[in-house]
Structure formats: structure tokens, C-alpha cells
């Protein structure tokens, strides 16, 4: 793999949009960045954070008192407009069609609804090699796909350097996966930024306009995996995604393979806590059907459910045991990466 460049205007002219994705630790770095912006940014800039698809996301409000850009939440079918910057709300993803924007409630991607792979894709999709992605602080991997499909249209794709980074696991993953053009500071990504759109003018121009190109669809044959998705429970088909491995279920649910990792292993956890709410159940239920037997001097038939009681308690208790030895594990793993 070759090592990404330094910053230079002459490898980002022409650009009419920029696309951002972030996740932990990224409302400060997406501070840091607009704030370095010029007035005259030249460019459309959209962004998605990863946020709870629960409330209303205050990220626009905090972006707009940071910026010298007018920055808003998006709504379905707004305008793209230069220098001006719109933000996902919650529980929705952002899409680029045309000269438009579109919100979608659908299927999860990467666990996340917003997720940045459809944005970037869809730009990608569009506007082709007149699309910077840029990628910045965040756990896992969403948005290696999306930034595979920028560079595969010939666009540029940067991250923020991981060891500037809050949580270095988003643009680390997309340098492994060789899909990073640039790999720069805040300040230098603002400087990128501002020397993409230095010059825009008039409206913007989609390189497919209507007739986008279907970037999504597998490089290759897609192979039934041996998993289910832990969203629905179906059949994950495994196949490569602009490069990148990714693994699909049929009603569209999407993973990458480190995406598929955390949301299987919360999926586990919830049903091993279930399965432990359920033997206490169990138990409380057999004392009180003892008890019941004794009141109707039934002493050999009450000890049955006695000791089905103590066997219920017996397995919640090595569950409850492991489930917590598994919580540490998590929080030291996590404190370490």
C-alpha cells in the first residue's frame, strides 16, 4: 500500500461537494474543523455523526455557533448549496440525488441509521470525481466502503490523522483498507477543504446526474456466509463492496466485518441476559409452586420443584458470573485500543 500524499491544491480542484462521516469523539473534531473554514467555502458539505436515533440532534445548532458557514439540519429534498453545510438528523440516513438531498428510514448500515457508507455512496454515486470524503474520529469501521466508492469514481478521500484522533478506529481502518488519499491534522484537513472549493461557483454539476451509477453492487459473486444478522435474523451474504469486504441480509441490513463483530456480540449479550432473566423467573415460579404443595401437604412433590428452583438459580448465577467477566474484558479491550 502506498503511503497517502501531503495536501496540495492541484490534486482537489473541481470538487462541488464534500462529504464528512464521524462517531466518537466527533462533535469536537467537527468543531475543529468547520471553525477553520472560510466564508466563501465554495463547496456543499454535508455530514453525518452517529447519534442515538432517540431525541433531536443538537449537532447543527453546535456546528452553527462554531462556523463561519450557515450550517442546518437537513430536511427531505433540501437544496445543495455552496458553502453552506447540512447535518443528518436522527434516525435517518442522508442521500445525495441530483442536486438534492433525501432522508431514508431504511435498513440499518453498520448498526447506525445514520450511517456514513450511504452518504458517501450516494455521492459517489452521483457526483463522482467531484466528491471529497473525508473521514474522522470514530470506533470500527463505517465509511471504508463509502470513502472505496469516492476513490473507485476517481474522487478524493482523506482522513483525520489517527493519532490526532479521539477514537482512531474510522480512519485507521480506511489507511489499512488503502483507501485514503490524504491522511491529515484537523487544521490540514480545513485547508484541504478550503482549497477543494477555493474558485466554486454556479450551481453544481452530478457527473451521472439521473442516471447514477450503481456503484453497490458486489466487485464479485456474493457466498452465502454461515451467519445471521444479528438485526432480523436472517442469511448475511458475504461479498466485496468497492473493495471492501461487506455482509448484506435480504432485506438490506449492512455489515462490514469488524461492524458485524460489535453489533453480533451486543446481540449475544442481550440474549444472555435474557436467558439469565429467564432461569430466575423459572425459579421464583418453582418456590412458589412448592410452596403451594406444602400447603396441601404434598412434601415429596414440593421438593421437585425445590430442586428445580436451586438448578435455575445454580445456571443464572454462572451467567451472571460470566456476563460480568465479560463486561470487564470489554472495558479493558476498549481502554487499550
Not at 455557533?65 to 429534498?77: F, I, K, M, N, T
Not at 488503502?178 to 491522511?183: E, H, I, L, S, T
Not at 432480523?232 to 473493495?243: D, K, P, V
Not at 451472571?320 to 467477566?325: D, T
Request: hydrophobic content about 40%; proline content about 6%; charged content about 20%.
Amino acid at each position: 500500500m502506498t503511503e497517502p500524499e501531503a495536501p496540495d491544491a492541484a490534486h482537489v480542484s473541481g470538487i462541488d461537494l464534500v462529504v464528512v462521516g464521524a462517531s466518537a469523539g466527533g462533535v469536537g473534531t467537527l468543531e475543529g474543523l468547520v471553525g477553520r473554514l472560510p466564508a466563501d467555502l465554495g463547496v456543499a458539505a454535508l455530514v453525518v455523526l452517529h447519534v442515538p436515533s432517540s431525541g433531536v440532534s443538537l449537532l447543527a445548532d453546535i456546528l452553527n455557533r462554531a462556523c463561519p458557514l450557515p450550517v442546518s439540519r437537513a430536511q427531505d429534498g433540501m437544496e445543495l448549496e455552496r458553502s453552506r453545510i447540512l447535518v443528518a438528523p436522527t434516525d435517518h440516513h442522508l442521500l445525495v440525488e441530483g442536486t438534492r438531498i433525501a432522508l431514508s428510514r431504511g435498513p440499518l448500515v453498520n448498526g447506525h441509521r445514520p450511517a456514513v457508507d450511504p452518504l458517501f455512496e450516494s455521492a459517489a454515486r452521483t457526483y463522482g470525481s467531484r466528491v471529497l470524503g473525508v473521514l474522522l474520529s470514530g470506533t470500527l469501521d463505517d465509511g471504508v466502503a463509502g470513502l472505496g466508492a469516492i476513490k473507485q469514481e476517481g474522487g478524493v478521500t482523506a482522513v483525520q490523522d489517527p493519532d490526532q484522533a479521539p477514537y482512531p478506529g474510522m480512519p485507521q481502518a480506511a489507511i489499512e483498507a488503502g483507501v485514503a488519499d490524504y491522511v491529515l491534522s484537523t487544521g490540514d484537513l480545513a485547508r484541504l477543504l478550503a482549497s477543494a472549493g477555493s474558485g466554486g461557483t454556479g450551481p453544481l454539476r452530478p457527473v451521472h446526474g439521473d442516471d447514477a451509477r450503481v456503484l453497490d453492487d458486489p466487485d464479485g459473486p456474493a457466498v452465502l456466509s454461515a451467519l445471521t444478522c444479528p438485526n432480523c435474523g436472517g442469511a448475511l451474504w458475504e461479498h466485496q463492496r468497492n473493495g471492501v469486504v461487506q455482509f448484506e441480509c435480504r432485506v438490506g441490513h449492512q455489515y462490514s466485518p469488524a461492524s458485524l463483530f460489535e453489533v453480533q456480540g451486543e446481540a449475544l449479550d442481550d440474549a444472555l441476559w435474557a436467558a439469565h432473566r429467564a432461569l430466575l423467573e423459572r425459579a421464583d415460579l418453582a418456590r412458589r409452586m412448592a410452596r403451594r404443595l406444602r400447603r396441601s401437604t404434598l412434601e415429596g412433590s414440593a421438593r421437585r420443584y425445590d430442586r428445580t428452583a436451586d438448578e435455575a438459580e445454580s445456571r443464572a448465577a454462572i451467567l451472571n458470573e460470566a456476563l460480568l467477566l465479560s463486561r470487564q474484558a470489554d472495558h479493558t479491550t476498549s481502554g487499550t485500543s
